[in-house]
């Protein structure tokens, strides 16, 4: 099978991995249209690669308002890969506990608002202090993870504990253990990410 052929069926994975979880997800709809309805918003976070999930949802075509991003850039403008704003960097922001706090004292957060928080191994210290900190605010939290990768993955977190642990409902995006679905002959690694797709 070629590299092409086994990415379209790993993605046709992914997708039903989505549909078995519709009534999920539109609790998650009902949740963020209430709080859009009452005035208020809903907060989107991401950190890495997890910001791109953050950014299909707001600010683009095809959305409207009421969603605000939360898109820290220390945590995510990381395309130079080396270098000032590289990856080695964001890699270490991540798992710094105390950030969310921080970067939340800058927003109006009230019960009447929600939350979705996107992490694919959902075991980086700032998403998950993130959840934890909308928790305590009583907002509800919808978490994207992919379910295999968080349970084949150990949190950073001192408490052990994971995204999914700080939220009201989870939601998988199906992608694989590491987040690569495809074997290409003569690349040591597997290749071509599902969390995007799923997410």
Known sequence: MSPSAEYLL????????????L?????????????????????????GHSRILVEEMWPRYGSFPG??????LSLSFHNLVVGANGQRQAMFLENVSGLAERILRNFDLAPQD???VA???????????????FR???IKVVAIISRAHSEA??????SGKKLQDFADLVLDTGAPVGDAMIRVPGLDT??????????
Do not use: Y
């Not at 999920?24 to 859009?36: H, K, L, P, Q, S």
């Not at 969603?67 to 820290?72: G, L």
């Open 114 to 116: 929600s939350a979705l």
């Open 23 to 47: 009534p999920e997800i539109a609790r998650a709809a009902d949740w963020f249209a209430e709080t859009i309805l009452a005035g208020r918003m809903v907060h989107l976070f991401g950190s």
């Open 190 to 199: 597997p290749v071509a990410p599902g969390s995007t797709l799923g997410g």
């Open 136 to 138: 305590q605010r009583g």
């Open 153 to 158: 993955s150990t949190s950073k977190h001192a």
């Open 67 to 72: 969603f605000n991003p939360i898109v820290e």
């Open 119 to 133: 992490s694919s191994s959902g075991c980086n210290v700032v998403p998950i202090e993130m959840a934890a900190v």
């Open 10 to 21: 790993r993605a046709r994975q992914i997708l039903a991995t989505v549909e078995h979880q």
